[in-house]
Nanobody, 127 residues
Framework: QVQLVESGGGSVQSGGSLRLSCATS????????VGWFRQAPGKEREKVAQ???????SYADSVKGRFTISRDNAENTLYLQMNSLKPEDTAMYYC?????????????????????WGQGTQVTVSS
């Protein structure tokens, strides 16, 4: 079981920056995917960024070029650097982890549903 605790949320004006942190318990990095998700009121949860078990990163189109996901394995911490923030980035942000899944024909991928979640941290961007 992986435990996750987010921090770093807050209120910022449009165009500003925030860095979210997610402290995790120890896990096997090369068999787990980790990511950041967000959910705004009345909207579905959205995957914002992900680091796959093999180190590949991916981003939602809405944040490409503005957000950067990274991790410090020695500190067991996942980060999300958010620049050029927009009011539409306002949401509760969650970090999550899940073991890689076997999809057949020798292919491993990230899970469709992550198993472990933090409690969330609120990000509010004002115009």
């Amino acid at each position: 079981q992986v435990q996750l605790v987010e921090s770093g949320g807050g209120s910022v004006q449009s165009g500003g920056s925030l860095r979210l942190s997610c402290a995790t318990s120890r896990y096997t990095y090369n068999t787990y995917c980790v990511g950041w998700f967000r959910q705004a009121p009345g909207k579905e949860r959205e995957k914002v960024a992900q680091i796959a078990f093999d180190g590949r990163t991916s981003y939602a189109d809405s944040v490409k070029g503005r957000f950067t996901i990274s991790r410090d394995n020695a500190e067991n911490t996942l980060y999300l650097q958010m620049n050029s923030l927009k009011p539409e980035d306002t949401a509760m942000y969650y970090c999550a982890a899940g073991p890689r899944r076997f999809y057949g024909s020798g292919y491993y991928g990230c899970p469709r549903e992550y198993n472990y979640w933090g409690q969330g941290t609120q990000v509010t961007v004002s115009s």
